[in-house]
């Protein structure tokens, strides 16, 4: 069965040190979203790629995060500098379409557990 | 801007109760909703998906249902076991303009005793 697949599954980092989540979404898949999820609290979306495009990046703190999505398959989220308040699960999620009426179902990826010192 | 609330944050259940978990959302305007599993420390799991037009949706012990014109959607657990243990998370999708959004609520912790 496809999955959605994110590396590393857990990292640690000192703040203001640069890090990077990879993503590779379920073949196909033309949309792709990164979210941010706090201890204790739902899934908050970062940003979404329709292909390689950003369609909604309104919650993605731009000072220090960035997202790309070169080749509209896989992405990578970077912090830099990554901050005590940037420690949370950063989830990665795709689905097939945007169509609206269509069924738009999103799979999640297993995350990235970040944890900042 | 849509909130989704559920009810309630906690539940602790014997081994082999029914129970009911609780979803509202302020926004009526909804594409669909989901409802996930999430185990500690994990991604999450789909469980049901329920379009804007149909009432209900059942996978093996699992059923969901949805009043749209309410703001609510439950999520029924029949014969409860210890492998139920999960944070039950809802989540409906809006859309934004051009693009469609998942908005979620906070969960709700379920612990099944042995």
């Known amino acids: 069965e496809a999955e959605v697949a994110q590396s590393p599954r857990y990292k640690i980092t000192e703040k203001s040190q640069a890090v990077a989540f990879w993503c590779d979404p379920i073949s196909g898949h033309a949309t792709l979203y990164w979210y941010r999820q706090i201890l204790g609290q739902g899934p908050e979306l970062l940003v979404q790629f329709q292909d390689e495009s950003v369609v909604d990046d309104s919650q993605l703190p731009k000072d220090r995060f960035s997202a790309e999505r070169l080749k509209g398959v896989d992405s990578t989220l970077k912090i830099q500098p990554a901050e005590l308040g940037d420690s949370a699960m950063y989830l990665c999620?795709?689905?097939?379409?945007?169509?609206?009426?269509?069924?738009?179902?999103?799979?999640f990826g297993p995350g990235t557990r970040l944890t900042v010192l | 801007k849509q909130e989704v609330t559920q009810i309630p944050a906690a539940l602790s259940v014997p081994e082999g109760e029914n129970l009911v978990l609780n979803c509202s959302f302020t926004d009526s305007a909804i594409y669909n909703l989901q409802w996930f599993r999430q185990d500690p420390g994990k991604g999450l799991t789909s469980l049901l998906l329920i379009q804007s037009s149909q009432r209900e949706q059942t996978s093996g012990r699992l059923n969901a249902s949805l009043d749209k014109s309410s703001g609510r959607s439950t999520l029924y657990i029949a014969a409860s076991q210890p492998g139920d243990s999960a944070t039950y998370l809802c989540?409906?999708?809006?859309?934004?303009?051009?693009?469609?959004?998942?908005?979620f609520g906070k969960g709700t912790l379920l612990t099944v005793n042995p």
């Open positions: 999620a795709s689905s097939p379409d945007l169509v609206a009426g269509g069924i738009n179902e999103q799979f």
């Open positions: 989540a409906v999708l809006n859309s934004g303009g051009s693009n469609y959004k998942l908005t």
